[in-house]
C-alpha cells in the first residue's frame, strides 16, 4: 500500500522556522506533483504549497514569501521549510502526491491520490 510519511511537525513561538518533510513508502516521488495541505480544527482543509516534478512550484498568499517547498529526488523526500511562523499557520498539515506531467501541480486535495496521516503545528503567540 502506497502511503506517504509527514515528520517535523511541533510547538514553535511565533516568528519560529519548522521543516516539514515527506517521503514515501512503496514508491518514488520522481515523477510525481506534490503538495501540502493544511487543516486547522474545525476548518476545511487548504492548498499551501504544490511543486511539480518538473521544478515548478507555487504557494498560497498567505504563505508566500515565507514558506518554501523543495524537493530532495535523491532522498526521495519533499520539504517545507516555513519560517516566521504565525499563530494562523497552526494546523495539521498533510502531503500529497499524484503521478504526473512535469509541469502539472494541484491546488485542490481532490487533485492528488495520494495522502499522509498528517503532521501536527502548533504555534504559539
Known amino acids: 500500500q502506497v502511503q506517504l510519511v509527514e515528520s517535523g511537525g511541533g510547538l514553535v513561538q511565533t516568528g519560529g522556522s519548522l521543516r516539514l518533510s515527506c517521503a514515501p513508502s512503496g514508491r518514488t516521488l520522481s515523477n510525481s506533483a506534490v503538495g501540502w495541505f493544511r487543516q486547522a480544527l474545525g476548518k476545511e482543509r487548504e492548498f499551501v504549497a504544490a511543486?511539480?516534478?518538473?521544478?515548478?512550484?507555487t504557494y498560497a498568499d498567505s504563505v508566500k514569501g515565507r514558506f518554501t517547498i523543495s524537493r530532495d529526488n535523491a532522498k526521495n523526500t519533499v520539504y517545507l521549510q516555513m519560517n516566521s511562523l504565525k499563530p494562523d499557520d497552526a494546523a495539521t498539515y498533510y502531503c500529497?502526491?499524484?503521478?504526473?506531467?512535469?509541469?502539472?501541480?494541484?491546488?485542490?486535495?481532490?487533485?492528488?491520490?495520494?495522502w499522509g496521516q498528517g503532521t501536527q503545528v502548533t504555534v504559539s503567540s
Open positions: 500529497a502526491a499524484r503521478a504526473s506531467s512535469s509541469g502539472w501541480m494541484g491546488l485542490t486535495p481532490s487533485d492528488y491520490n495520494t
Open positions: 511543486a511539480s516534478w518538473g521544478g515548478r512550484t
